[in-house]
Nanobody, 117 residues
Framework: QVQLVESGGGLVQPGGSLRLSCSAS????????MAWHRQIPGKAREAVAI?????AQYAGFAKGRFTISRDSANTVDLQMNALKPEDTAVYYC?????????????WGQGAQVTVSS
């Protein structure tokens, strides 16, 4: 079984910064990609950023403000700068894990990010 554990959420003022971290553990042959998604209350979950072995892609709202990085094979961080109230959401870590040659999708439990003065 694979577990994703997120940390780093919280309350921040508009214009501030937060860093989310996610660590994967369990029976993992290889992680093909890791990503951050978010769900704003009343809206569908949406992708924020995704990173493979080095390349990264961002949603339009995240470009220039958010940075996704993988400092190790099983971890992923999301540095969020210049936060806005509309960034308030539950942020979820996602990983596509290769186990015995097959890829499976895993999700973390979510980290609340609240941007408010």
């Amino acid at each position: 079984q694979v577990q994703l554990v997120e940390s780093g959420g919280g309350l921040v003022q508009p214009g501030g910064s937060l860093r989310l971290s996610c660590s994967a553990s369990g029976t993992i042959s290889r992680i093909a990609s890791m990503a951050w998604h978010r769900q704003i209350p009343g809206k569908a979950r949406e992708a924020v950023a995704i990173i493979g072995r080095g390349d990264a892609q961002y949603a339009g709202f995240a470009k220039g403000r958010f940075t996704i990085s993988r400092d190790s094979a099983n971890t992923v961080d999301l540095q969020m700068n210049a936060l806005k109230p509309e960034d308030t959401a539950v942020y979820y870590c996602n990983a596509v894990v290769i186990i015995e040659g097959r890829g499976s999708n895993y999700w973390g439990q979510g980290a609340q990010v609240t941007v408010s003065s």
